[in-house]
């Protein structure tokens, strides 16, 4: 195979005005952190980006006091059309900066430019944009005439989307009449940073939002604090169960976004030139690190072959390198934990039996990086098949009828997502209707949208994000 010569075409970091050091935003305002500070790097490199503070359970309680005397003082007695004016204002601003969130999201989390330009940082324009709209239509939302907000919400959010994954909770918290204290992952704190600046500079009043960095522990500490009314939490399944036990019997309401093992199924019908693009999208799309990434492909036997020789010719085309090069398809991994996980449980994967095939691509020498890879002869029992990698790493599974398809996909803990690909209208219907996921996509995969809700069943959580349900979650009596 040839391949095309591309010359570098690196999005300049100029637009970047970043601080050394970064404190917590507290109260509308950056302040010190009383734990200890840790650095934030480029996946890519490896290389120092800032110093960022870490939150106390003291800094915790000082920013959930705020979040109360803000929620007591202003938020929850403004109306609905003036906290709609003023998501509307972030998620214009939002836009204005978008370059710049763009960069900053490449930079720290390792994702391509072109997925944190095109898909990130809309979405999270979008994400405000509609929440603005309901803020003052709540009565209209079907969720009860006069529907009352919460208080103080407590976030807790991963690293695979940080910008996004704030979006998801933040905009539907405020539009409902919430304040939030939310926590951004260890390892991306950076574009949240950025987002309290927007928050200052849309004239936000202080303490309706919140932002405090830290690692576990400020989680932790947050979603235990007795003045706050709901938490939310996407991340692992491990520490959603976690936070579960922590907030039984407390009162405060909760919804948890964990992980997923999506099946991925292509009948033989399937128009394959898509499928195929929709099998990359799927499972390649931000480095495999998506927790409704389609992880598990169900391929009919009949076309098992000609499905895994195009695909690994496909992937023999992306580029993998630089995330802040416009032509790169496969960024970073985010970090050396997650690098080493990914490895672990392919090297599983060897082990067990299933056949291995990576692209050819070269790695750079510093930095965290995997190449796109596929295991063929899984079974259903091969922990590769079962457990959630969080990488670039598909497995390829048979079947040979739908019933088969069916049983084969439903054999997960988890029921985030799923994809099925026929050319047949009523086979989608048929076998949607049997699939115990969350989210399905027929003949596409890997699509959001802020009106549609998104959420799992089983061991990847319970609640809904997205849309008129969304809303619920935020609502007193709703959820
Ligand atoms: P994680 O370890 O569960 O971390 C998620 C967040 O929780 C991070 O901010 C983390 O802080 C914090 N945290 C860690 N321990 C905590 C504790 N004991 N109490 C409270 N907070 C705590 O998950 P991850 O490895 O970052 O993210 C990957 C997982 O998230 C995957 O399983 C993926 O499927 C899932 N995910 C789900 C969705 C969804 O919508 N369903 C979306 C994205 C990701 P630190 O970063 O400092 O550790
Ligand atoms: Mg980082």
Redesign the pocket.
């Known amino acids: 195979m040839s391949f095309l010569e591309y010359a570098p075409a690196p999005e300049s970091r100029a637009i970047l005005n970043l601080r050394d050091e970064y404190g917590l935003f507290i109260d509308g305002e950056f302040r010190a952190g009383s734990g200890e500070s840790f650095a934030t790097i480029s996946p890519a490199d490896e290389k120092h980006i800032a110093t960022i503070a870490a939150a106390s359970e003291a800094d915790v309680d000082a920013a959930v006091a705020a979040a109360r005397r803000a929620y007591d003082k202003t938020w929850s007695k403004m109306s609905g059309r003036d906290r709609g004016k003023y998501l509307f204002r972030i998620a214009r601003l939002v836009q204005e900066r978008a370059r710049e969130l763009a960069v900053a999201e490449s930079l720290d989390n390792g994702k391509p430019i072109k997925e944190s330009r095109d898909v990130d940082v809309p979405l999270v324009a979008a994400w405000f944009f509609y929440y603005a709209g309901w803020a003052d239509k709540l009565d209209y939302a079907g969720l009860g005439a006069d529907p009352r907000s919460l208080g103080v919400a407590g976030q ?6 940080p910008l996004l ?1 704030l979006a998801w909770k933040i905009a539907p918290a405020l539009a409902a009449g919430n304040t939030v204290v939310i ?5 991306t704190p950076l574009s949240a940073l950025i987002f309290a600046e927007i928050l200052q500079q849309a004239d936000l009043p202080p303490g309706v939002v919140n932002i405090i960095t830290g ?2 522990a400020t ?2 500490a947050l ?1 235990r604090h007795p003045d706050v009314n709901k938490v939310a939490f ?4 491990g ?1 959603g169960r ?2 579960a036990k922590a907030v039984a019997g407390s009162g405060k309401s909760l919804t948890l ?4 093992k999506a099946a991925n199924i292509v009948f033989e019908d399937a128009p394959i030139d898509q499928a195929i693009e929709g099998i990359v999208n799927g499972i390649f799309f931000n480095q495999g690190h998506v ?1 409704c990434a389609g992880s598990r492909l169900l391929v009919q036997e009949s076309i098992h072959d000609e499905v895994v020789e195009r695909l690994k010719s496909r992937l023999s085309t992306l580029r993998l390198g630089d995330p802040l090069d416009k032509n790169t398809d496969i960024g970073a991994i985010n970090s050396r934990a997650q690098l080493d996980r990914i490895r672990e449980l392919s090297q599983i994967g060897e082990d067990e039996g299933a056949e291995r095939w990576s692209a050819p691509c070269v790695i750079p020498e510093n930095g965290f990086w995997f190449a796109p890879t596929i295991f063929t002869n899984v079974q259903a029992s091969h922990r590769i098949a079962r457990d ?1 990698i ?1 990488g670039p790493v598909l497995s390829v599974l048979t079947f040979r009828t739908p019933g088969e398809a069916i049983e084969k996909a439903n054999n997960t803990p988890y029921g ?1 997502s799923a994809g099925i690909w026929t050319d047949k209208g009523s086979r989608i219907l048929a076998v949607a209707d049997r699939l115990r996921a969350g989210v399905i996509w027929a003949n596409t995969f890997n699509r959001f949208d802020p009106a549609s809700p998104f959420g ?1 069943y089983k061991e ?2 319970y609640g809904r994000e997205g849309g008129r349900h969304g809303l619920a979650a935020y609502l007193k009596g709703a959820a």
């Open positions: 807790v959010i991963p690293w695979n989307f994954m926590k951004p992952a260890e390892t690692a576990g989680g932790s979603v996407t991340g692992s399944t520490v976690e936070i976004e964990l992980g997923g927790c959630e969080f985030l799992g990847s959580g």
